[in-house]
């Protein structure tokens, strides 16, 4: 099994531009979730998502928007990237809502100049 | 203030020694707390679970939680040089599916 792969690792955008992240897993799970990750604020939630079909806003989602057309799939897409969205974005699944079994993917690096 | 506070570290510790690694909270409704690992340039993985008080100890690692003080922590025995990574805590209530995450320590392990 590949887990929860993420694609693509590195990205460098401008100002402006649009981007589409993606995120696929392989075991099954209901739960998804969008993470961002910036130096000395630990991980924060942009969306998640409880079921194919379903989206819903966690703790940062101003300026991402989300889709789970299919359960394995998780897109997080960026409508006009600004510089304050530089940084590292994880994807994670869990199988229960609870929250706590939730499997990471590598990680997309973001820069937005 | 922050819902979940962790120092940043660098906590830098000889092999073998006895690593404590901490966070404190502020929202007494948490029930779960969670450690995870993070490896440079790599994404987390659930390395210990709690539900509610008391102690789960697995191999080398031990979780203690103490709802009284609002506070958890990590101790890892015998560290080894491939310990060394940011350790994250995070917790959550019951009603929701959102973690709350402390800001990581990062522990350096040197031979």
């Known amino acids: 099994n590949a887990g929860v792969t993420q694609t693509p690792k590195f990205r460098v955008l401008k100002t402006g531009q649009s981007m589409t992240l993606l995120c696929a897993q392989d075991m099954n799970h209901e739960y998804m979730y969008w993470y961002r990750q910036d130096p000395g604020m630990g991980l924060r939630l942009i969306h998640y998502s409880v079921g194919e079909g379903t989206t819903a806003k966690g703790e940062v989602p101003d300026g991402y928007n989300v889709s789970r057309l299919k359960k394995q799939n998780f897109l997080l897409g960026l409508e006009s990237a600004a510089p304050s969205q530089t940084s590292v974005y994880f994807c994670?699944?869990?199988?229960?809502?609870?929250?706590?079994?939730?499997?990471f993917g590598p990680g997309t690096r973001l820069t937005v100049t | 203030q922050k819902e979940v506070e962790q120092d940043p570290g660098p906590l830098s510790v000889p092999e073998g020694a006895i690593v404590s690694l901490n966070c404190t909270y502020s929202?007494?409704?948490?029930?779960?707390f969670m450690w995870y690992r993070q490896y440079s340039r790599k994404g987390p993985e659930l390395l210990m679970y709690?539900?509610s008080s008391g102690n789960k100890e697995d191999g080398r690692f031990t979780a203690q939680v103490d709802k009284s003080s609002k506070y958890i922590s990590l101790f890892i025995r015998d560290s080894q040089p491939s310990d060394s990574a940011t350790y994250l805590c995070a917790m959550s209530d019951a009603s929701n599916y959102q973690l709350i995450w402390g800001a990581g320590t990062k522990l350096i392990i040197k031979p």
């Open positions: 929202n007494s409704a948490f029930q779960y």
């Open positions: 994670a699944s869990s199988y229960t809502g609870k929250g706590y079994e939730q499997y």
């Open positions: 709690t539900y």
